[in-house]
């Protein structure tokens, strides 16, 4: 497969990538029928069901069979690298467990693939829904009815909704984030976390929501997501205003982003920048 050209790769690829998905959507779907047994994974609370290894794994087989040589990054499994390292695929298999882990069945499933860090391909899937959204680079995105292509800006008669991500590590009692939160929500007729940011992604780039600003974000689920909002024509850039790099440095990192249309983001960018000013006191530590 290594040597089949970039174009034709992607094209495979994008196949691989949907039937994977799928089908760990199945498995997802027919597994929160019956009782789930929830582990936590480390000290930040971050949880693990049988359901993400069990989707992982479908997810993968998919891959090892078409893509052999490609280095491989997984929620659960890590790192698995191979022989052509230029090629790396970064899959998040339940992306939402905290979610399914209290009974709440808003997951996602959520498989990438990156071109020397920079990601080619997008694809997220919604078990519960049956619905699969797909982003290739320089192609555009698609969605379960068609082409997305700069969603209608609608703007609120009150205020945007928008959506808030903080990366695990982040403490209950940090400040920054404490300031974010506070000032989004009071900015805002909405604010949503839902616990899976490929959903966020999904609804920014269907118009659903107006915005989505991320603290400190972990990086298995922003290739797909954010590549598909970019060819949705969504922008993304860092709290600064400047536009986010899309290469990635994979494995490991964080980041802070800005996401949504173009007629948003000015009004995005200086209220996370208003959020310095701003100091939460008076809760717990």
């Given at each position: ?110 498989i990438a693939l990156c071109h020397h ?169």
């Amino acid at each position: 497969m290594s040597q089949v050209l970039p174009d034709t790769l992607v094209d495979v690829a994008a196949e691989v990538a949907v039937t994977a998905a799928v089908e760990a959507g199945q498995a997802i779907r027919s597994g929160l029928l019956g009782a789930l047994t929830v582990s936590t994974k480390d000290a930040s609370g971050d949880v693990v069901t049988e359901l993400d290894l069990r989707a992982e794994q479908i997810i993968l087989r998919h891959i090892r069979r078409a893509f052999p040589d490609h280095r491989i990054l997984a929620e659960e499994s890590g790192v698995l690298d191979s022989t052509d390292d230029s090629w790396c695929w970064v899959v998040d298999p339940l992306d939402g467990t905290n979610n399914i882990a209290i009974g709440l069945p808003v997951c996602t499933v959520g498989i990438a693939l990156c071109h020397h860090g920079t990601p080619v391909l997008g694809v997220v899937h919604e078990p519960i829904a049956d619905r699969t959204w797909t982003a290739v680079r320089g192609r555009g995105a698609l969605g379960p009815n068609g082409p997305l292509w700069h969603p209608a800006h609608r703007p609120a008669a009150t205020a945007p909704v928008l959506a808030w991500l903080q990366g695990y590590p982040v403490t209950r009692a940090d400040p920054t984030a404490r300031a974010l939160r506070l000032t989004l929500e009071s900015a805002s007729r909405r604010l949503i976390q839902l616990w899976s940011p490929l959903l966020c992604w999904v609804m920014l780039s269907n118009g659903d929501i107006d915005g989505f600003v991320g603290y400190r974000a972990g990086l298995v689920d922003l290739p797909a997501g954010a590549l598909l909002a970019r060819e949705a024509g969504m922008h993304i850039t860092d709290f600064d205003g400047t536009v986010l790099d899309e290469r990635l440095e994979l494995p490991t990192g964080e980041v802070d982003f800005i996401a949504g249309s173009a007629e948003m983001m000015s009004d995005l960018t200086l209220l996370v920048k208003s959020a310095a000013e701003v100091t939460v006191t008076g809760l717990p530590d």
